[in-house]
């Protein structure tokens, strides 16, 4: 029961968090009598009925990077500055666990984890082994915080671009 409370809390964060992007996506939970389902509404005219929120998610932001507005998407808070690691600080996300004290994963990768708050490294780590969505051998990398960009492991997405995966909490040194 507390996991759909965490679950249902999230859903509602997440849908106004999307109303508020610069083109903003909206999700409806439908609740008719043969069954509830999700739809999702673009600016764009985009629109479309999914059977779970994250399907109604992946679906919307598809949408939207395949009408041309991705570089507006990709202006949120989970994009990094372009060209802010080489080829030294590159590593991999099995290597970024290990090398922090906590994580917690950001509004995107809770889609594909299932967990919304703060991890012990370890078991983040075996929650991402198990995942069959993400992999250990991912290209990543580590940001301090101390830049432009936000603390976090940083993951690089299909336009080759990095995007802060997990929040983090760094190892004393």
Known sequence: MARQNDHNTL?????????????????????PEYGAWYQWKTQHT????????????????TYQQEHKFSQQLSATRLSAT???YTPATLLTLGQCLRLTRKVRPTVVLYLYLGEQGWLESTQAHELVAKSRSIDLSWDAYLEDGQGPDPAGIYLFGADSRAYRGFDIELEAV
């Open 11 to 31: 859903e509602t964060t997440l849908t106004e968090q999307f109303a508020q992007l610069p083109i903003p996506i909206h999700i409806l939970h439908q609740k």
């Open 46 to 61: 985009g629109t479309g009925d999914c059977g779970t929120f994250e399907d109604a998610v992946i679906q919307a932001i």
């Open 82 to 84: 372009p060209e802010r």
